[in-house]
Structure formats: structure tokens, C-alpha cells
Antibody, heavy 121, light 109 residues
Framework: QVQLQESGPGLVKPSGTLSLTCAVS?????????WSWVRQPPGKGLEWIGE???????NYNPSLKSRVTISVDKSKNQLSLKVTSVTAADTAVYYC??????????????WGQGTLVTVSS | EIVLTQSPATLSVSPGERATLSCRAS??????LAWYQQKPGQAPRLLIY???TRATGIPARFSGSGSGTEFTLTISSLQSEDFAVYYC???????????FGQGTKVEIK
């Protein structure tokens, strides 16, 4: 069973860069899965940030695309997220998830436990 | 961009009763729709994919139906552990991105 673990600073200053990693265990990042990031501001709903395939192909939420970069490190079996020019609106719990694309449907089957990132001076 | 609208925002149900949650798409999305359950302080959990296929380990009291623009998640007999927020989700072909509904909170009546 795939397990995902997010890590990174819990506090980022406004205008700074948010950087998170997601370690994948129990499976290979080179598998047929896509890998995604989703965030959830306190008390609000889920917002999809973007996804990456091990080849490096990416898709991003158009509302965040100019500030977001998702990458993979195959040697470490992990993926990363960077969000630049952060503001208080970027305060959220950030989740990584594995994405399945099958003939039966496209969906996120495994999720990390999430990590809270607060943007504040 | 396809918009997913969930209703109601909050559903008050007594344990043992049936809960019916709706997810409406702004355009035809065939049957490529997933449902997730999220409890406070926890990550979302996949319940249903392909509109009607239960994910591994999901109890039979959860069922999904619908196609096109109207989808339903039904919990046949609510258990205490089912009180949570439920989200629908699907992938848009253009722009290529996933979209979530705004969620339905199922609370104890």
C-alpha cells in the first residue's frame, strides 16, 4: 500500500516561497500514477493545485499556475511543491495524493496526512 | 471549465436514516466522477469512483449513481462514523485540471 508523507516549514513569511516535499513509500514514483497536490484553507473546501507524472509532465490549476512548480526526484522517490509570492490566502493544509487514471475513472486513491502551512510575518 | 455544485450545503440526518447528496456538473462529464469523505483533522478518503464503483474497503451502505450532469451519493443507513464532509471531484479535459465541489456536511440531527 502506498504511503505519502508531506514535510516542510510550517511558517512562511509573506512574499516568500512555500516549499514542501512528499515522500512516497510502498510504491514507486515511476509507476503509472500521477501525483498531485491539494490544499485546504482552514474551515474551507478542497482546492486542487496541480499534478505531475514521473516523466515530468505537469498540469496546474490555472488560478495558481503562475506561482506554482511541481517536480519529482526519482532518486529520492518524492515529489515537491513550490509556491512563490505567498500571501495569507495561501495559508492552508497541503496534501499530496496519488492519482489513478483508469478506464473505470480518474481519482485520488492515497493521500498524505497533510501539513499546515501558515503565511505570516 | 466545469463547475461542480453540491447540494445541500448541510444535511441534518438521524443515525439509521438515509442520506442523499447531490453533485451537479455545469457540463456533461460522462461518468468520470469521484466522491470523497473527510472527517475533521483527517485527509480525504476515496469512497466512489467512476460515479458508482466503491473503492476498496468502503461499506456497501455507500452507493453512487448518475451520469452526464447529475450525480448522487447515497448513504443507506447512517452510522455515527459517517458524519463528515463529502466532496465530489472530476477531471476537466480543458483546461486540464481537477475540480472539487464545495462539499456537503452531513451532521447529526
Amino acid at each position: 500500500q502506498v504511503q505519502l508523507q508531506e514535510s516542510g516549514p510550517g511558517l512562511v513569511k509573506p512574499s516568500g516561497t512555500l516549499s514542501l516535499t512528499c515522500a512516497v513509500s510502498g510504491g514507486s514514483i515511476n509507476s503509472s500514477n500521477w501525483w498531485s497536490w491539494v490544499r485546504q484553507p482552514p474551515g474551507k473546501g478542497l482546492e486542487w493545485i496541480g499534478e505531475i507524472y514521473h516523466s515530468g509532465s505537469t498540469n496546474y490549476n490555472p488560478s495558481l499556475k503562475s506561482r506554482v512548480t511541481i517536480s519529482v526526484d526519482k532518486s529520492k522517490n518524492q515529489l515537491s511543491l513550490k509556491v512563490t509570492s505567498v500571501t495569507a490566502a495561501d495559508t492552508a493544509v497541503y496534501y499530496c495524493a496519488s492519482q489513478q487514471r483508469t478506464s473505470s475513472g480518474w481519482y485520488s486513491d492515497y493521500w498524505g496526512q497533510g501539513t499546515l502551512v501558515t503565511v505570516s510575518s | 471549465e466545469i463547475v461542480l455544485t453540491q447540494s445541500p450545503a448541510t444535511l441534518s440526518v438521524s443515525p439509521g436514516e438515509r442520506a442523499t447528496l447531490s453533485c451537479r456538473a455545469s457540463q456533461n462529464v460522462s461518468s468520470n466522477l469521484a466522491w470523497y469523505q473527510q472527517k475533521p483533522g483527517q485527509a480525504p478518503r476515496l469512497l466512489i469512483y467512476g460515479a458508482s464503483t466503491r473503492a476498496t474497503g468502503i461499506p456497501a451502505r455507500f452507493s453512487g449513481s448518475g451520469s452526464g450532469t447529475e450525480f448522487t451519493l447515497t448513504i443507506s443507513s447512517l452510522q455515527s462514523e459517517d458524519f463528515a464532509v463529502y466532496y465530489c471531484q472530476r477531471f476537466n479535459n480543458w483546461p486540464p485540471m481537477y475540480t472539487f465541489g464545495q462539499g456537503t456536511k452531513v451532521e447529526i440531527k
